[in-house]
């Protein structure tokens, strides 16, 4: 898997260096840049909201829906601000992409990434960081628990790294402290792959994959997973934690923990959206209660 990405990143590498255009200037190479980690359009509130990545409480942020932007837009944005060594729509803002496996690299190059996505469309006007996992990444970078860097590195590599996912600690979670999704999967399937969610304020339904919400089990083995690991398994700056007690906090703790799981199913930020579920209006409910 982790090779197969790497193949396909070098094939595209060498299908970019093979064009006449890109010999004039020298584009940043595309496996450096970071992965957003958000989909666009998750759980549409009809007013151009979606959803961005989860509040501490493990309830999505509003972005707009438009947001973050196409990738290979994005990509050629950022080339255009590293070429000027600014942003290019906010030129007091200064652009660096160094290029090595240090620290302070990876982190210049969030900043990078960061910078071209608040200035898209002028000055300060562009997608918030909430519409990516930039923040997380940045995190776990200087906690030194990133996922090594996808570009090919001999040597760098420390030993501790996992070449493969641990196996679920024996056990898992109690089932009974796991949030009920809430939902049926496949309800009122529209032909597109496209099924009924939870209603929106005006009670029509949200459309969300018909194959979500998961199977439950699979969603306790990932849930479990990612427990174990303290941290989403397929997205490592996101931590979480699932404290069994009966308290407020660690009942949205929970709650945090089963979106999370729900949102990386498949990937960083490739999961189900919470409107495949009322983990929303149970979060809501603990809150008042
Ligand atoms: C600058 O803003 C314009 C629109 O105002 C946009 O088309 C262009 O892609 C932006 N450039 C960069 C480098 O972000
Ligand atoms: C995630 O947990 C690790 C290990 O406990 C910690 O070092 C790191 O700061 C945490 N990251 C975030 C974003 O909270
Ligand atoms: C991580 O993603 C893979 C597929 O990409 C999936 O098979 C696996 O169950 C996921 N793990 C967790 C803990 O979500």
């Not at 009670?203 to 941290?231: E, M, Q, W, Y």
């Not at 009942?251 to 959206?273: D, E, F, K, W």
């Amino acid at each position: 898997m982790k090779l197969d990405s790497v193949l396909v990143l070098s094939a595209v590498a060498l299908s970019a260096s093979a064009r006449p255009f890109n010999l004039a200037r020298r584009d940043v190479d595309p496996s450096l840049i970071p992965e957003f980690g958000v989909q666009p359009g998750v759980n549409p509130t009809g007013t151009g909201d979606c959803d961005g990545i989860p509040n501490a409480q493990g309830v999505p942020i509003k972005i707009p829906c438009i947001c973050p932007p196409d990738r290979a837009t994005f990509i050629a944005d950022l080339n255009a601000n590293v070429a000027a060594g600014h942003a290019v729509n906010n030129t007091g803002v200064q652009v660096t992409f160094p290029t090595d496996n240090s620290k302070a690299s990876q982190l210049a190059r969030i900043t990078a990434a960061t910078i071209t996505l608040q200035n898209l469309r002028g000055p300060g006007v562009g997608c918030p960081q909430a519409a990516t996992t930039f923040g997380a990444q940045a995190a776990a970078i200087q906690a030194g628990t990133a996922a090594s860097a996808p570009a090919p590195v001999s040597s760098a590599t420390p030993a501790s790294a996992p070449a493969a996912p641990a196996a679920p600690a024996a056990g898992g979670v109690d089932p009974a402290l796991v949030p009920e999704f809430g939902v049926q999967a496949g309800v009122n399937p529209t032909g597109t792959g496209d099924c009924d969610g939870i209603p929106n304020a005006q009670g029509v339904p949200i459309k969300i994959p018909c194959i979500c919400p998961p199977d439950r089990a699979t969603f306790i083995a990932d849930l479990s997973a990612n427990v174990a690991a303290g941290h989403a398994v397929n997205n490592t700056g996101v931590n979480l934690s699932f404290p069994t007690d009966n308290s407020k906090a660690s009942q949205l703790a929970r709650l945090n923990a089963a979106t999370i799981t729900l949102q990386n199913l498949r990937g960083p930020g490739v999961g189900c959206p919470q409107a495949a579920t009322t983990f929303g209006a149970q979060a809501q409910a603990i809150q008042n209660s």
